[in-house]
Nanobody, 121 residues
Framework: QVQLVESGGGLVQPGGSLRLSCAAS????????MGWYRQTPGNQREWVAS???????NYVDSVQGRFTISADFAKNTLWLQMDSLQPEDTAVYYC???????????????WGQGTSVTVSS
């Protein structure tokens, strides 16, 4: 099993910044990619950003240019720098990793417990 621990959420005013962190531990042989999703009440979980082991990053259009995803794959750690936050960014943010537990094994997705981000004046 793989455990993900997120931190860094909170309350911030519009235009402010937050930095989310996610640390993965457990049975990890190789991480293929890591990412962030977010969810608001009554809505489906929305993909926000992802980063591959190659370093390739992708973002949903609504956060492009404001959010920056980064990771240290050697330390199984993921970050999301969120700048110019707006009320519509308010959500619970979840990190996810796609992990191979052992050499030659299939890859599996694991999720964190979520961290709440509220953007409000």
């Amino acid at each position: 099993q793989v455990q993900l621990v997120e931190s860094g959420g909170g309350l911030v005013q519009p235009g402010g910044s937050l930095r989310l962190s996610c640390a993965a531990s457990g049975r990890i042989f190789f991480i293929n990619n890591m990412g962030w999703y977010r969810q608001t009440p009554g809505n489906q979980r929305e993909w926000v950003a992802s980063i591959a082991a190659s370093g390739t990053t992708n973002y949903v259009d609504s956060v492009q240019g404001r959010f920056t995803i980064s990771a240290d794959f050697a330390k199984n750690t993921l970050w999301l720098q969120m700048d110019s936050l707006q009320p519509e960014d308010t959500a619970v943010y979840y990190c996810t990793v796609n992990v191979r537990p052992a050499i030659g094994s299939m890859a599996y997705d694991f999720w964190g417990q979520g961290t709440s981000v509220t953007v409000s004046s």
